[in-house]
Nanobody, 126 residues
Framework: QVQLVESGGGLVQAGTSHSLSCTTS????????MGWFRQAPGKERTFVAA????????YYADSVKGRFTISRDNAKNTVYLRMNSLKPEDTAVYYC???????????????????WGQGTQVTVSS
C-alpha cells in the first residue's frame, strides 16, 4: 500500500523559517521523482518544488525560488521542504507527490505525479 504522509504543518510567523517532511512507503522511493505542491483557499493546486530520484538538481516555482529548498533522503524514504522568509501568501495546504517518470519540462504539472499525500496545513501570520 502506497503511503505519503506529510508532517510539520502549523501556524508560523511571517519572516520565519519552517520545515515540512514527507515520509513514504509502499513504492521504491529512490526510483521516483518527488514534488511539493500547495493549494491556497479557493485556489488551484500549484507547483512548489521538485527533485529527481538522483537529487542532482532541483526545480522551484518562481514564487519560492531563493526561499524554499527541497531535499531528499533516499535511505529514509523521505523528502523535505525547508521554507525560509515565509510570507502570508505562502499560506496553503502543502502536498507531497511522487512520479515514476517525469521529463524536465513536466515537473510542475500535477498530473505527472502518480501518488499524493493528504496534505499538511501551513498558515503564515503577518
Amino acid at each position: 500500500q502506497v503511503q505519503l504522509v506529510e508532517s510539520g504543518g502549523g501556524l508560523v510567523q511571517a519572516g520565519t523559517s519552517h520545515s515540512l517532511s514527507c515520509t513514504t512507503s509502499g513504492f521504491t522511493f529512490n526510483q521516483y521523482a518527488m514534488g511539493w505542491f500547495r493549494q491556497a483557499p479557493g485556489k488551484e493546486r500549484t507547483f512548489v518544488a521538485a527533485i529527481p530520484w538522483s537529487a542532482d538538481r532541483t526545480y522551484y516555482a518562481d514564487s519560492v525560488k531563493g526561499r524554499f529548498t527541497i531535499s531528499r533522503d533516499n535511505a529514509k524514504n523521505t523528502v523535505y521542504l525547508r521554507m525560509n522568509s515565509l510570507k502570508p501568501e505562502d499560506t496553503a495546504v502543502y502536498y507531497c507527490a511522487a512520479a515514476a517518470y517525469v521529463f524536465e519540462d513536466q515537473v510542475s504539472i500535477a498530473t505527472t505525479y502518480d501518488y499524493w499525500g493528504q496534505g499538511t496545513q501551513v498558515t503564515v501570520s503577518s
